[in-house]
């Protein structure tokens, strides 16, 4: 399903000025089983959303694989990009720019983002990686695809231990999919819902 992508992907490190910001231990890391896995359960998740014309807000885009993936195959959904790493837009926007659902692709902080309220679904498969106020920004009615883990690292600062606890850090109005997987390093749990 969506790893049919990766060649595509792999042609755009063809420009060397992107090797020149990514190491192959971050590329290895974002074509890891794991992370195939995870992108496809936001898949499934992202086709339980009730209409598929949507205004997409991407949070933690990182190098914007699931983009090219809905792009592609949803040309009613327009999708922008939100990382707080400022070398993961280069490389998404190269991915992506065929596309003319690809809006834009932000370096900033959610925190600091100041038009949330302009999208009627968000995406966040890094929820470990922030605080839960950052949903608290999110308007209600907004239809939202959220991921998280158990997995203890340093940078996780926000790891949910189960389903249970990651409804009542996210609490949703509607659920539209819920899944838990079992990965090699953690369990990987998806939600899509709305606010």
């Not at 370096?107 to 106020?133: K, Q, W």
């Not at 950052?134 to 996780?156: A, C, K, M, Y």
Request: glycine residues 2%; proline residues 4%.
């Amino acid at each position: 399903m969506i790893s049919k992508y990766i060649p595509k992907f792999f042609d755009t490190l063809y420009e060397k000025s992107i090797l020149d910001f990514f190491t192959l231990e971050e590329i290895r890391d974002a074509f890891h089983s794991n992370q195939i896995i995870s992108k496809t359960q936001a898949v499934r998740a992202f086709k339980h959303l009730p209409t598929q014309q949507r205004n997409t807000l991407y949070i933690g885009s990182w190098i914007g694989f699931l983009t090219h993936y809905i792009c592609d195959n949803y040309p009613n959904v327009t999708v922008t990009e939100l990382d707080l790493d400022a070398r993961c837009k280069l490389i998404s926007k190269r991915f992506n720019q065929q596309f003319s659902n690809y809006v834009e692709s932000y370096t900033g902080d959610v925190f600091e983002f100041d038009r949330l309220a302009e999208y009627d679904t968000v995406i966040n498969l890094s929820c470990e990686h922030m605080p839960t106020t950052w949903f608290d920004l999110i308007p209600n009615g907004t239809d939202v695809v959220l991921q998280s883990n158990n997995f203890e690292i340093p940078t996780h600062t926000n790891i949910c231990e189960s389903l249970k606890e990651m409804l009542y850090k996210y609490p949703l109005s509607s659920v539209y999919y819920i899944e838990e997987t079992e990965l090699n390093a953690y369990t990987r749990f998806t939600l899509a819902g709305k606010k």
